[in-house]
């Protein structure tokens, strides 16, 4: 069991919160194009107010504890490692509850070289709380503009945890997935599920598009996002995304495995 003092020491110590590798450009660059609404930024969200770079820093600097002075424009970010560990509480929370409930949930991620491995803990206590890991659209070709221009996407579940790969076989034992923002994938899921007379996801859990993609069409969403994903932090804010975790989502696959046991334990669902 993992107590919030040896999570919030784990944070610090393998960058997850903390002084972060997404830097203070990134982060800003982020802002900036999300106040233009920029597609590649708002991540499948249709945010409801106005939001200028300025509002979206302080919202930012509420949410995750990056600096709120706007002087601040280069250089490493920071996030709140307290901010984290609230989050997780939460996010933690709407798993216990959806497992009392045993709700149909689907779980994915645009990270899958990353956080493969924390979702499909997940996936797999919800499914022997008697949840219903959900896998639709398994194989569906998803076209998805890239600044390479539009690429054709394979729609694949690991261990119960929805990612998007290259078609083609892959290669060397690698997970086959690529990083991908874009909401297209859970829109094909859930219009798959609901063709095909299924049953509809009540929880999704993920980052980036899956998260703020299934939020904007009214289905709850919980996830994790680094500092300049923004729009999961929008979402929370005005009620479209049920919670928003802030860490740095681009450390070592080992580094979440910590993350899973307190989010676990916390949701009663250690085994």
Known sequence: MWS?????AHLLASGLAGTVATSREENLRSYRLFAARDPRVLLGLDPAWGWDE????RLMADKCGVSGDPAHRSGP????PERTVRGLDAFAARLGAAAARRVPVLLGTGHPHRLLGFYAALADALSAAGC??????QGRCVDITTRFGVR???LDY?????LVREPGPSAGGRV???HSHSPLPVRAALESAADGGG????LVVGDHGWVCGAGQLGIEAIGLADTDDPALFVGEAEGQVSVAVPLDDGVCSASYLPLTRYVLNRACLSR
């Open 132 to 137: 219903l890991v959900l896998t639709p659209a």
């Open 199 to 202: 049953p509809l996801p009540e």
């Open 176 to 178: 086959p997935g690529a």
């Open 54 to 57: 300025a509002g979206l820093l």
């Open 77 to 80: 970010d920071v996030i709140d």
């Open 152 to 154: 054709t996407y394979l």
């Open 158 to 162: 690991v261990r119960g945890v929805a």
């Open 4 to 8: 919030t003092g040896a999570l919030r």
